[in-house]
């Protein structure tokens, strides 16, 4: 059964993608404790992109404030995958028109210099395994119709992610206070989010160990040179219309996502 339905789920998730149209959520048919197919589902899609030449360049971790998990009713973390071709530069514009219903959330991106392949990492293993760390700005947007979401969709939709715009900045993690680092994310000027380290799961290095870990167990172990979007620092913004946000965290500098038409 669940043969057809991979296939058949990441089809109707990448179409949607493709085509602008969101489609109604996927857990009329992954139980929504069924992490596994959600997963595959996911990976079916991961699969498809590398087939058409698209190039993994790391990983967003999802669900990390734990108000978001408790509207989603779950205790866990989600991860989804980050290709090249969602990359942006600081300040680089991004067609709205690639996007179906955008939101913002600003975040720590780790970037890794040593391969994470241990069954347990510690926070020793995610520092030593760390070049730097930059500001970033993760575009988050979701295939099914209007948020509509549950654990299993998002997981399905590869964590609803879209793109992310990495800071120019590099900083050593002894440089900084990660969880104590303030963040204020602004748009157009006007503030509209704000919060810092400790928002996401206490502190980035806990959702790194997190995704580290659930990697090794899903076989496809973090590598040196992989970008790490570690979690939301603060609430996640729609992007309703063209213009600049602009995200200020402590110790990181800043980093600016612009949407064009
Ligand atoms: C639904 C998304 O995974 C939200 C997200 O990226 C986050 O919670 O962080």
Same mark, same amino acid.
């Given at each position: 059964?669940?043969?057809?339905?991979?296939?058949?789920?990441?089809? #109707?998730?990448?179409?949607?993608?493709?085509? %602008?149209?969101?489609?109604?959520?996927?857990?009329?048919?992954?139980?929504?404790?069924?992490?596994?197919? &959600?997963?595959? +589902?996911?990976?079916?899609?991961?699969?498809?992109?590398?087939?058409?030449?698209?190039?993994?360049?790391?990983?967003?971790?999802?669900?990390?404030?734990?108000?978001?998990?408790?509207?989603?009713?779950?205790?866990? $973390?989600?991860?989804?995958?980050?290709?090249?071709?969602? &990359?942006?530069?600081? %300040?680089? $514009?991004?067609?709205?028109? #690639?996007?179906?219903?955008?939101?913002?959330?600003?975040?720590?991106?780790?970037?890794?210099?040593?391969?994470?392949?241990?069954?347990?990492?510690?926070?020793?293993?995610?520092?030593?395994?760390?070049?730097?760390?930059? &500001?970033?700005?993760? +575009? +988050?947007?979701?295939?099914?119709?209007?948020?509509?979401? #549950?654990?299993?969709?998002?997981?399905?939709?590869?964590?609803?992610?879209?793109?992310?715009?990495?800071?120019?900045?590099? +900083? $050593?993690?002894?440089?900084?206070?990660?969880?104590?680092?303030?963040?204020? @994310?602004?748009?157009? %000027?006007?503030?509209?989010?704000?919060?810092?380290?400790?928002?996401? @799961?206490?502190?980035?290095?806990?959702?790194?160990?997190? @995704?580290?870990?659930?990697?090794?167990?899903?076989?496809?172990?973090?590598?040196? %040179?992989?970008?790490?979007?570690?979690?939301?620092?603060?609430?996640?913004?729609?992007?309703?219309?063209?213009?600049?946000?602009?995200?200020?965290?402590?110790?990181?500098?800043?980093?600016?996502?612009?949407?064009?038409?």
């Amino acid at each position: 059964m669940s043969g057809q339905l991979i296939p058949s789920l990441a089809t #109707r998730l990448r179409n949607a993608e493709c085509t %602008g149209q969101p489609v109604p959520p996927v857990r009329g048919d992954i139980a929504q404790d069924d992490m596994a197919l &959600a997963y595959a +589902v996911q990976q079916a899609n991961v699969e498809a992109r590398r087939a058409q030449g698209e190039r993994i360049v790391g990983r967003k971790i999802g669900l990390t404030s734990l108000a978001v998990q408790k509207q989603l009713s779950v205790d866990q $973390p989600d991860f989804g995958a980050l290709f090249a071709n969602m &990359a942006y530069g600081d %300040g680089q $514009p991004m067609p709205l028109s #690639r996007l179906i219903q955008p939101k913002v959330e600003a975040e720590i991106a780790l970037v890794l210099k040593h391969d994470l392949t241990q069954a347990q990492h510690t926070f020793a293993d995610i520092i030593g395994a760390t070049d730097y760390a930059l &500001a970033a700005i993760e +575009v +988050v947007d979701s295939r099914i119709q209007n948020w509509d979401i #549950r654990f299993v969709d998002t997981v399905a939709d590869n964590a609803s992610s879209a793109m992310f715009v990495l800071g120019s900045r590099p +900083v $050593p993690l002894a440089d900084l206070d990660l969880p104590g680092a303030a963040m204020t @994310l602004a748009r157009d %000027g006007e503030v509209v989010s704000q919060g810092s380290g400790a928002a996401c @799961l206490g502190n980035p290095l806990n959702a790194a160990v997190w @995704l580290a870990d659930m990697m090794v167990k899903m076989g496809t172990p973090l590598r040196a %040179g992989d970008v790490l979007m570690t979690g939301a620092l603060g609430p996640m913004v729609a992007v309703t219309a063209p213009g600049t946000f602009t995200a200020q965290i402590d110790g990181l500098g800043s980093v600016r996502a612009v949407f064009s038409e």
